[in-house]
């Protein structure tokens, strides 16, 4: 019996990732992470996405530290922020200590925005070139970097301010010795990452590109923002505060009651007290 209710949890959680979301945000904290390190690493962090970011963090403090680190490795740095914004320093500094060095320092960048500004969503593992190096150099980092997904490449002054962009295709027709901040070109359209993610939504700028610099107060460069992405996350917090009536009760119900099965065996049934019949 037990292992079909595990085996329905499961299939819960895979195809009403939702709903199931909506189910251990009603359970306390320390049973809902007890059932999460009962089914796949797969299954959980497919719920923890569609989670409230509040709901989830409490979770994830009552979770196993090693099972975290599986957990964070399976998700994206914005919704690791996104979680750990809501749990306290001290705990917090434990759980970023859980990620890769790099990806500490970029995560305490996304925590330290508010949740509805944008810079709670930009992307700072983006390939940036200094504006005194060689494209010799720049060609080297090019190489170095594991993945960028556009012809336009960011370019800083030593001070790490924007200077500029260049492109690829600029690198690869100019000689090796040609400095980088001879082939910028210089006007680049850029937002403070304090700004309101809705305003930036509606913003002219994406008429010109899908793509746009953030900056911070200093107007040091601090990441990009893709149209998709904020859009992605927009539409998240709109389906976080609106999916509750949108889910049928009947799955609600049925669900839930599996859930509470599997529960059932992992938490032992408090003993009687006698002095209390």
């Not at 090693?66 to 979680?83: C, D, N, W």
């Not at 705990?91 to 305490?108: D, E, G, N």
Request: glycine share 2%; aromatic share 6%; proline share 5%.
């Amino acid at each position: 019996m037990f292992s079909q209710s595990l085996k329905l949890s499961v299939h819960f959680f895979n195809e009403e990732p939702t709903a199931a979301a909506r189910q251990l945000e009603s359970l306390d904290p320390s049973a809902s992470a007890l059932l999460l390190v009962k089914v796949p690493l797969s299954s959980a962090t497919h719920v923890l996405k569609v989670m409230l970011p509040s709901s989830a963090a409490k979770i994830v403090e009552n979770l196993p530290e090693e099972y975290t680190a599986s957990v964070f490795h399976s998700l994206e740095l914005a919704e690791i922020a996104a979680i750990l914004r809501y749990i306290k320093a001290p705990r917090r500094s434990v759980l970023l200590a859980l990620l890769p060095l790099k990806k500490q320092t970029i995560c305490r960048l996304l925590i330290s925005y508010p949740e509805h500004t944008i810079g709670s969503m930009i992307e700072s593992n983006v390939l940036v070139l200094n504006s005194q190096m060689t494209v010799a150099d720049a060609l080297i980092r090019v190489k170095k970097h594991d993945y960028f997904d556009t012809h336009e490449i960011v370019v800083v002054d030593s001070s790490r301010k924007l200077f500029g962009k260049t492109s690829l295709h600029e690198l690869l027709r100019k000689p090796a010795a040609t400095i980088i901040k001879t082939i910028c070109k210089r006007t680049v359209d850029s937002l403070s990452g304090f700004s309101d993610a809705r305003a930036v939504l509606a913003s002219e700028i994406w008429k010109k590109s899908d793509m746009v610099t953030v900056i911070n107060r200093k107007q040091e460069f601090i990441g990009i923002l893709r149209h998709c992405d904020l859009r992605a996350a927009l539409s998240h917090i709109k389906v976080v505060d609106e999916v509750s009536n949108a889910i049928p009760g009947e799955i609600l119900d049925a669900y839930g009651t599996v859930l509470l099965t599997v529960l059932d065996v992992f938490i032992p049934a408090k003993t009687p007290n006698p002095a209390a019949q």
